[in-house]
C-alpha cells in the first residue's frame, strides 16, 4: 500500500476509461478503431482532397457561416474553417505520434535495462524515472518552450520525456514477470545471447500491452500538444492546430460565432476518446486472454 | 512510521535535487545570451558586460554558477524578476492565492462530484451506469483549454451567468468569478474519479465481509460507509494525488482561458517574456507542492489503512 508514485498504481491512472468493458467484447476496440481510422484519413489525404488554403485570409469574409465556397464557414480573419480542421489534424496528430515514438522505443530500452539487470542499475532507473514524473508534462513542455523557443520541437522533446516513464515502468513490470517463466532460462541452457533472448523471444510477448498503452499515451499526447498551442507555445501561426484554433474561436464567441472555436474542441474529444477506446479495449483483449 | 517519513522525505529532496539541475541547466543551455536582455535598452559596452557578467556570477564555472543559485532558491531568494523588477517572491505570493483558491476549489468539485457519479454508476447497473459511463468516458477525454472555451460559450455569453474574465473582489464575487474556471479545470479528473470509485466500490461490493455485514443486517448506508468507502478510499486518494501535479500544470491554461492573474497565467506570460527567474521559482514550486502531495498521500495511506502498523507491530 505504501507504494512509491508510479509503481502499482500507474497501470489503473493510466487507463482513464478503464471499465468500458460494457460495450460488449470486442466493440470498445471497433469503435475506437474507427474513429481513429477516420481521423487519421481526414488528416492524411483530406488536405489533399479538399484544396483549399487554410492560411488565405479574406478580411471581407470573416465569420461568415456555412455557404458553397466555405463549407464550415470562416473564421475571425476569413480563413476557410474546413481547411484549417483538416490541415489542423496533420499538425495536431504529427507532433504527439512522433513523441509517443521516441518515448515507446527509449521507454522499452530502459524497462529492459532495469528488470533485465536489475540492482543498482535497476534503484538508479527508478530514481531518473521517478524524477521526471514528479514534473508534470504540461510544465516540462512550458519549460522547454521557454529555453527553446516556438515551434514542435520543444513540445515534442518535452512530451518524449515525459511519457517514457509511463512505458518504462510498464516494461519493467512485464519483464519481471516473464522472468520467472522457464522459456527465457530454456534459452539461456541452450546457449543463446541475453540480447537475442530478450529482443526475439521476451519483447514479442510483452509488445501487445506496450503497444495498447502507447495508444492511451497517444491520446494524452493529442491534448497536452492542444494545450500547448492554445496557450501559444505549439505550432507557430499561421499554421492551424486544433489548440490553436480553439484559442482563435475564443475570440471569435466573443462576436457571436461558435463553430471557429467549437469544431476544433469537438475534433479534439472525439479523437482523444477515440484513442482511448482503442487502447483500452485492446488492453482489456489482451487481460481477458491472459486470463483464458 | 517515522522511518518511513523519513525515507520518503529522502526520495523527495533527492528527486527535487535531480528536477532542480533540470530547471537550471534548461535555462542556461538555452540558446541566448542572457545578457541580451539586460542590455536590451542599449548601453553594452565591454566593461558595461563584464560588470554584469560579475555581478550575475556568469564569469564562474557551471557548477559554481549552479551553487550559487542552488543557495539562494533554498534561502528562500528567488531573485528578481526581469519584466516586472519586482522580488520573484513578492510576486507568487501575489499570484498564489488565487491559483491556490482554484486548485482547491476544483479539489472540492472533483472529489465530490467524481465520488457522487461514480457511487450511483456502482449502485445503479443497467441504464443509469451505461449513460453515466458515456458521459464520465466524454470528459476523461476533454482537455481543460476545451472545457474552458465551452463552459465560456454557454454559460457565460450565451446563458450569461457568469463572468468571462477575471477573478473578482470579496469572497462571494470571487466565488462566482472561480466557478466556471474550476468546473472547467475539473471536467476531466471528474470523469476519472467517477471510473476508478465505480471500479473500487464494485470490486468491494462483492467481496465477502460486504456479504457478511448484510447477513449481519447491517443497514444498507452503514455498510456503503464503513464497508465499502472505507476501502475504496485510498486508491482514489492515490488517483488524485498522480494526477495533482497535471492539475496544477493545468491552471496555466484555465487562468490564460479565463484572464486570471495567478501563478499558472503569470507563468504563461514569463515564458513569453522569457522572464527566467519567475520561471524557475514557478517551475520548482510545482514540482515541490506534487511532491509533497505524493508523500503525504502516502503517509495518509499508512494511518487510514489499519494493516499497514498491524504488520509492523507484529514484526516488533
Request: net charge positive; charged share 15%; aromatic share 8%.
Given at each position: 500500500m505504501t507504494a512509491s508514485p508510479a509503481t502499482p498504481t500507474l497501470p489503473r491512472l493510466a487507463r482513464p476509461l478503464g471499465g468500458a468493458r460494457f460495450l460488449g467484447k470486442h466493440t470498445a476496440m471497433l469503435v475506437g478503431g474507427g474513429i481513429v481510422a477516420c481521423v487519421i484519413l481526414l488528416a492524411v489525404f483530406g488536405p489533399l482532397l479538399y484544396s483549399q488554403d487554410p492560411n488565405h485570409m479574406d478580411f471581407g469574409n470573416s465569420?461568415?457561416?456555412?455557404?458553397?465556397?466555405?463549407p464550415l464557414g470562416t473564421d475571425g480573419n476569413g480563413r476557410d474553417l474546413l481547411a484549417r480542421l483538416l490541415h489542423g489534424g496533420r499538425l495536431s496528430l504529427v507532433g504527439p505520434l512522433a513523441a509517443i515514438t521516441i518515448a515507446t522505443v527509449v521507454g522499452i530500452g530502459l524497462g529492459l535495462l532495469a528488470a533485465w539487470y536489475g540492482g543498482l542499475l535497476d534503484s538508479l532507473l527508478q530514481r531518473l524515472l521517478d524524477t521526471i514524473f514528479a514534473i508534470p508534462g504540461i510544465l516540462l513542455a512550458i519549460l522547454f518552450a521557454a529555453s527553446f523557443g516556438r515551434g514542435l520541437t520543444a513540445p515534442v522533446a518535452a512530451m518524449a520525456i515525459a511519457f517514457t516513464p509511463f512505458i518504462a515502468q510498464l516494461v519493467r513490470s512485464a519483464t519481471l514477470q516473464e522472468k520467472t517463466k522457464p522459456y527465457l532460462d530454456a534459452y539461456r541452457v541452450l546457449g543463446f545471447s541475453e540480447l537475442w533472448i530478450a529482443a526475439r523471444r521476451l519483447l514479442p510477448n510483452i509488445a501487445p500491452v506496450v503497444l495498447a498503452q502507447a495508444t492511451i499515451n497517444l491520446g494524452y499526447a493529442v491534448m497536452v500538444l492542444g494545450s500547448l498551442s492554445f496557450l501559444g507555445f505549439g505550432v507557430p501561426p499561421p499554421d492551424p492546430d486544433w489548440g490553436r484554433m480553439v484559442a482563435e474561436g475564443q475570440e471569435a464567441m466573443q462576436r457571436g460565432a461558435y463553430l471557429p472555436s467549437l469544431l476544433p474542441s469537438l475534433a479534439m474529444i472525439v479523437t482523444v476518446v477515440g484513442f482511448a477506446l482503442l487502447g483500452e479495449g485492446f488492453a482489456d483483449r489482451l487481460a481477458r486472454r491472459e486470463r483464458g | 512510521m517515522l522511518w518511513f517519513i523519513v525515507r520518503r522525505s529522502l526520495g523527495f529532496l533527492a528527486s527535487l535535487f535531480l528536477v532542480s539541475i533540470v530547471i537550471f541547466g534548461m535555462i542556461h543551455f538555452a540558446p541566448g545570451d542572457p545578457l541580451d536582455l539586460i542590455f536590451e535598452g542599449g548601453g553594452r559596452t565591454p566593461e558595461a558586460e563584464a560588470a554584469m557578467r560579475a555581478r550575475y556570477h556568469l564569469d564562474k564555472p557551471i557548477i559554481v554558477q549552479y551553487w550559487y543559485w542552488l543557495s539562494d532558491m533554498v534561502t528562500g531568494d528567488f531573485g528578481r524578476s526581469?519584466?516586472?523588477?519586482?522580488k520573484v517572491s513578492t510576486l507568487i505570493l501575489s499570484h498564489g492565492s488565487t491559483t491556490l483558491a482554484l486548485v482547491l476549489y476544483t479539489m472540492v468539485i472533483i472529489v465530490t462530484v467524481g465520488m457522487v457519479f461514480g457511487l450511483v454508476s456502482a449502485r445503479y447497473p443497467g441504464i443509469v451506469d451505461r449513460s453515466l459511463l458515456v458521459v464520465t468516458g466524454v470528459a476523461t477525454a476533454t482537455p481543460p483549454f476545451v472545457a474552458a472555451v465551452i463552459l465560456i460559450g454557454v454559460f457565460?455569453?450565451?446563458?450569461?451567468?457568469?463572468?468571462?474574465?477575471g477573478e473578482g473582489d470579496g469572497l462571494l464575487d470571487q466565488l462566482h468569478h472561480m466557478t466556471l474556471p474550476a468546473v472547467a479545470l475539473a471536467v476531466a479528473y471528474v470523469g476519472m474519479i467517477a471510473r476508478v470509485t465505480r471500479m473500487s466500490v464494485m470490486d468491494e461490493l462483492a467481496r465477502p465481509h460486504v456479504e457478511v455485514a448484510r447477513l449481519r443486517g447491517v443497514g444498507e448506508a452503514t455498510i456503503l460507509r464503513r464497508h465499502v468507502l472505507r476501502n475504496a478510499i485510498p486508491p482514489i486518494m492515490t488517483i488524485i494525488a498522480t494526477r495533482l501535479g497535471s492539475l496544477i500544470g493545468g491552471t496555466t491554461v484555465v487562468e490564460t482561458a479565463f484572464g486570471i492573474s495567478g501563478l499558472g497565467s503569470l507563468l504563461v506570460r514569463s515564458v513569453a517574456r522569457r522572464d527566467f527567474p519567475v520561471i524557475q521559482a514557478i517551475g520548482l514550486l510545482i514540482v515541490a507542492v506534487f511532491a509533497v502531495a505524493l508523500i503525504l498521500v502516502d503517509i495518509l495511506h499508512a494511518r487510514m489503512d489499519p494493516r499497514l502498523t498491524l504488520s509492523k507491530a507484529r514484526q516488533r
Amino acid at each position: 500500500m505504501t507504494a512509491s508514485p508510479a509503481t502499482p498504481t500507474l497501470p489503473r491512472l493510466a487507463r482513464p476509461l478503464g471499465g468500458a468493458r460494457f460495450l460488449g467484447k470486442h466493440t470498445a476496440m471497433l469503435v475506437g478503431g474507427g474513429i481513429v481510422a477516420c481521423v487519421i484519413l481526414l488528416a492524411v489525404f483530406g488536405p489533399l482532397l479538399y484544396s483549399q488554403d487554410p492560411n488565405h485570409m479574406d478580411f471581407g469574409n470573416s465569420l461568415s457561416g456555412p455557404s458553397p465556397q466555405h463549407p464550415l464557414g470562416t473564421d475571425g480573419n476569413g480563413r476557410d474553417l474546413l481547411a484549417r480542421l483538416l490541415h489542423g489534424g496533420r499538425l495536431s496528430l504529427v507532433g504527439p505520434l512522433a513523441a509517443i515514438t521516441i518515448a515507446t522505443v527509449v521507454g522499452i530500452g530502459l524497462g529492459l535495462l532495469a528488470a533485465w539487470y536489475g540492482g543498482l542499475l535497476d534503484s538508479l532507473l527508478q530514481r531518473l524515472l521517478d524524477t521526471i514524473f514528479a514534473i508534470p508534462g504540461i510544465l516540462l513542455a512550458i519549460l522547454f518552450a521557454a529555453s527553446f523557443g516556438r515551434g514542435l520541437t520543444a513540445p515534442v522533446a518535452a512530451m518524449a520525456i515525459a511519457f517514457t516513464p509511463f512505458i518504462a515502468q510498464l516494461v519493467r513490470s512485464a519483464t519481471l514477470q516473464e522472468k520467472t517463466k522457464p522459456y527465457l532460462d530454456a534459452y539461456r541452457v541452450l546457449g543463446f545471447s541475453e540480447l537475442w533472448i530478450a529482443a526475439r523471444r521476451l519483447l514479442p510477448n510483452i509488445a501487445p500491452v506496450v503497444l495498447a498503452q502507447a495508444t492511451i499515451n497517444l491520446g494524452y499526447a493529442v491534448m497536452v500538444l492542444g494545450s500547448l498551442s492554445f496557450l501559444g507555445f505549439g505550432v507557430p501561426p499561421p499554421d492551424p492546430d486544433w489548440g490553436r484554433m480553439v484559442a482563435e474561436g475564443q475570440e471569435a464567441m466573443q462576436r457571436g460565432a461558435y463553430l471557429p472555436s467549437l469544431l476544433p474542441s469537438l475534433a479534439m474529444i472525439v479523437t482523444v476518446v477515440g484513442f482511448a477506446l482503442l487502447g483500452e479495449g485492446f488492453a482489456d483483449r489482451l487481460a481477458r486472454r491472459e486470463r483464458g | 512510521m517515522l522511518w518511513f517519513i523519513v525515507r520518503r522525505s529522502l526520495g523527495f529532496l533527492a528527486s527535487l535535487f535531480l528536477v532542480s539541475i533540470v530547471i537550471f541547466g534548461m535555462i542556461h543551455f538555452a540558446p541566448g545570451d542572457p545578457l541580451d536582455l539586460i542590455f536590451e535598452g542599449g548601453g553594452r559596452t565591454p566593461e558595461a558586460e563584464a560588470a554584469m557578467r560579475a555581478r550575475y556570477h556568469l564569469d564562474k564555472p557551471i557548477i559554481v554558477q549552479y551553487w550559487y543559485w542552488l543557495s539562494d532558491m533554498v534561502t528562500g531568494d528567488f531573485g528578481r524578476s526581469i519584466a516586472y523588477g519586482q522580488k520573484v517572491s513578492t510576486l507568487i505570493l501575489s499570484h498564489g492565492s488565487t491559483t491556490l483558491a482554484l486548485v482547491l476549489y476544483t479539489m472540492v468539485i472533483i472529489v465530490t462530484v467524481g465520488m457522487v457519479f461514480g457511487l450511483v454508476s456502482a449502485r445503479y447497473p443497467g441504464i443509469v451506469d451505461r449513460s453515466l459511463l458515456v458521459v464520465t468516458g466524454v470528459a476523461t477525454a476533454t482537455p481543460p483549454f476545451v472545457a474552458a472555451v465551452i463552459l465560456i460559450g454557454v454559460f457565460a455569453l450565451g446563458l450569461g451567468w457568469f463572468p468571462t474574465f477575471g477573478e473578482g473582489d470579496g469572497l462571494l464575487d470571487q466565488l462566482h468569478h472561480m466557478t466556471l474556471p474550476a468546473v472547467a479545470l475539473a471536467v476531466a479528473y471528474v470523469g476519472m474519479i467517477a471510473r476508478v470509485t465505480r471500479m473500487s466500490v464494485m470490486d468491494e461490493l462483492a467481496r465477502p465481509h460486504v456479504e457478511v455485514a448484510r447477513l449481519r443486517g447491517v443497514g444498507e448506508a452503514t455498510i456503503l460507509r464503513r464497508h465499502v468507502l472505507r476501502n475504496a478510499i485510498p486508491p482514489i486518494m492515490t488517483i488524485i494525488a498522480t494526477r495533482l501535479g497535471s492539475l496544477i500544470g493545468g491552471t496555466t491554461v484555465v487562468e490564460t482561458a479565463f484572464g486570471i492573474s495567478g501563478l499558472g497565467s503569470l507563468l504563461v506570460r514569463s515564458v513569453a517574456r522569457r522572464d527566467f527567474p519567475v520561471i524557475q521559482a514557478i517551475g520548482l514550486l510545482i514540482v515541490a507542492v506534487f511532491a509533497v502531495a505524493l508523500i503525504l498521500v502516502d503517509i495518509l495511506h499508512a494511518r487510514m489503512d489499519p494493516r499497514l502498523t498491524l504488520s509492523k507491530a507484529r514484526q516488533r
